[in-house]
């Protein structure tokens, strides 16, 4: 199993399926599964029963992942979606680069 292009923190756009379009913060990674929760992105309705944390009970609305081959990370510099590859910088660490802008991603 190889490195992912997206960690958690990532701002990533979705290129693929019914949530094609938006963004959003990385909340989670599930590499073993190679899936991904995003803020905001694929929401489900969830019916739940009451309990101590919702006494009230009913339908909550929360995210699902997503697969990470459907997301692309934002680049810093023009807002778009990119693609990323790895490099050496100057101090002999490798680094992820925006391959649209080839500006590091922090």
């Known amino acids: 199993m190889g490195k992912l292009h997206v960690k958690k923190g990532d701002v990533v756009i979705v290129n693929a399926g019914v949530n094609k379009g938006q963004e959003g913060r990385i909340l989670e990674v599930f590499p073993e599964k190679k899936r991904a929760i995003v803020e905001g992105v694929n929401m489900v309705s969830k019916h739940t029963k009451p309990n101590s944390e919702n006494p009230q009970g009913g339908i909550v609305k ?36 925006s391959k649209k802008s080839g500006e590091e991603i922090k």
């Open 62 to 97: 929360k995210e699902a992942p997503i697969h990470i081959s459907n997301l692309n990370l934002k680049d810093p510099s023009s807002g778009k979606a990119t693609r990323i590859g790895r490099k050496l910088n100057d101090q002999g660490k490798l680094v992820r680069y």
